[in-house]
């Protein structure tokens, strides 16, 4: 029997006041585009949004990029239980993808059966709205990719 997974899309999310060195990130995301810091010394890529470059300590070194967000699964989990608001959502995927820039980033999985969600498959972004005007970053499959 083939399990079916919820894409969780009618979850109800309340958004937490945002620190002001990741604002760019959520600015950002009203637009649907990923952008991610980049160190200018390092030459790297990070993420989640830090006050300084993990590379050399120095927020000076810090600029925001601009990123397609295409990658590919580099692990993922079925979740069976979920926490009191995903509650009566399960079973749904959640994924760990590194981005085409290196860097790890995860979230929710939807327009995904459980069946094609495979460690190396090609995601892109999906773009939930939520009620403040941001977006939360979601992967599905990039069915465009070679």
Request: aromatic share 10%; with cysteine; net charge positive.
């Amino acid at each position: 029997m083939a399990l079916t997974l919820n894409d969780t899309l009618n979850v109800k999310r309340e958004m937490k006041a945002h620190y002001d060195f990741g604002q760019p990130f959520w600015d950002a995301t009203k637009q649907k585009k990923l952008v991610i810091q980049y160190c200018k010394t390092a030459k790297k890529y990070q993420h989640f949004p830090r006050p300084v470059s993990i590379y050399t300590g120095r927020r000076r070194d810090i600029e925001w990029r601009e990123v397609s967000g295409k990658g590919k699964v580099y692990s993922f989990t079925i979740a069976h239980r979920g926490p009191p608001a995903f509650q009566g959502a399960e079973p749904y995927a959640v994924a760990s993808v590194t981005i085409d820039e290196g860097v790890n980033v995860i979230a929710n999985v939807v327009n995904c059966t459980a069946e094609d969600l495979k460690v190396g498959m090609r995601v892109k972004p999906y773009w939930h709205p939520i009620n403040n005007g941001e977006h939360l970053l979601m992967w599905q499959p990039d069915k465009d990719a070679k």
